[in-house]
């Protein structure tokens, strides 16, 4: 899913404990349960991680990093600003429990970049798992966007109702 999707979920989910130990858990939990459920997803291009050196022998990214980061940061901004919107329904909130849900909520998918990048075989796990997740299950369907946003919203909105109209 994108990251808004996983930052409104476990921001949700995160918010309904005081336990700093079980919003981890529930924010990573979540991640693995939400990339399982077919949906459609941005990637990133395969130029992503080219340097190209200058004159000096240092190294730039090239603009296109540039814009995938831009794409993740618009990402990453609307999740947060739609969590906060569904958190005002709310009249008591950790702000920590949710902020440390949302991290683990998110961190799968720059932990998968990261081996990317790195192949640290420390978060090799990580990556055989999103691999699995996304290749096996989601590679049997065909992820158009509008059905998939739907999915993603959907998910959304049933986790919304059954945590705080229920």
Known sequence: MILASHI???????AT?????LAAAIGLVSHYIL???????????????????????????EKLFWK?????????????GLLFVFL??????????????????VLPDPLQLLYLMTKWRFIKWNFDFQE?????????????????????????GIVFLILYKF
């Open 8 to 14: 409104i979920v476990s921001g949700l989910l995160g």
């Open 88 to 105: 005002k329904t709310s009249s008591y909130i950790n702000i920590t429990a949710v902020f440390i849900s949302v991290f683990f909520g």
């Open 132 to 156: 699995f997740v996304h290749h096996s299950i989601h590679s049997k369907i065909d992820q158009k966007f509008w059905p998939g946003i739907i999915i993603q919203i959907s998910t959304i």
């Open 35 to 61: 990339d399982a459920i077919p949906h459609w997803d941005f990637y990133l291009s395969p130029e992503f991680n080219v340097k190209v050196e200058t004159e000096d022998g240092s190294f730039i990214k």
């Open 17 to 21: 404990t005081q336990n700093y130990f």
């Open 68 to 80: 995938e980061v831009g794409k993740i940061a618009i990402d990453i901004l609307i999740g947060l």
